[in-house]
């Protein structure tokens, strides 16, 4: 639990530096649906219930943000505290691969 507080307190710290990323007004949500074809953890079928990490680097993809509302297209990179979602990613010997999923949390993500 130690690990999982110290994490969010990082991330928190960190939305400054993100927000000041290339597009600084479309970068940190808090609900996403998102695909695209590249790298994620954690890997497989995953039903999140409660804090857990998600990271992605698409190479080609598309993020939908529901709260607030915009679009990332294209190559992206992303790392979430999703509280609740589906995501699914291929396995870690199969990567890259195509992702998928549907995420509510504290989401922050950067075109490449």
Not at 13 to 25: G, H, K, M, R, Y
Not at 100 to 107: A, D, N, P, R, Y
């Amino acid at each position: 639990m130690k690990g999982v507080a110290f994490t969010i307190a990082m991330l928190l710290l960190a939305i400054p530096l993100v927000s000041s990323a290339e597009s600084p007004e479309n970068n940190t949500s808090f609900a996403i649906d998102t695909s695209g074809y590249g790298y994620s953890f954690p890997p497989g079928l995953v039903f999140i219930i409660g804090p857990q990490i998600v990271t992605w680097s698409y190479e080609d993809g598309v993020t939908k943000s529901i709260i607030p509302p915009f679009y990332i297209n294209g190559s992206q990179r992303g790392v979430a505290i999703a509280f609740f979602g589906v995501w699914s990613a291929p396995g870690l010997l199969a990567q890259p691969g195509n992702i998928s999923g549907m995420l509510v949390g504290i989401i922050f993500m950067v075109p490449k």
